[in-house]
């Protein structure tokens, strides 16, 4: 009677971790939707103000940025962008950023922007 106890629980734990990673695999992947309140997000375009990355942990991302926002060059490279893209411009104007304040565009692996501002 013991070991048909044990086979029967043995049974349900395998049917049970089964289900579960069946269930794991089908749901939406957990992911961080949190702003900081330095950052926006719509649209998949998250604008970025480059003060909110004047810290320890991103500090080498706000040098790069500020030295950005000095070039002459790079503001032309930031503005040629948005003419380009007018859904990006869009998505910008709706969030009330003033665009000649745009530094840097990047664009992710999955057609999202980030856009940094000075």
Known sequence: MNSAVKLALAGAMT????????????????VDTTATTASTMSDDVT?????SLNDESTREKFTKIQRLSKSETAMAEAQAELQKDPGLTAALTAQNVQLENVVLVETAANGGKTVYLK
């Open 47 to 51: 604008v970025v103000l480059m003060t």
């Open 15 to 30: 049917i049970a971790s089964a289900s579960g990673a069946a269930l794991a695999q089908t749901t939406d992947p957990m």
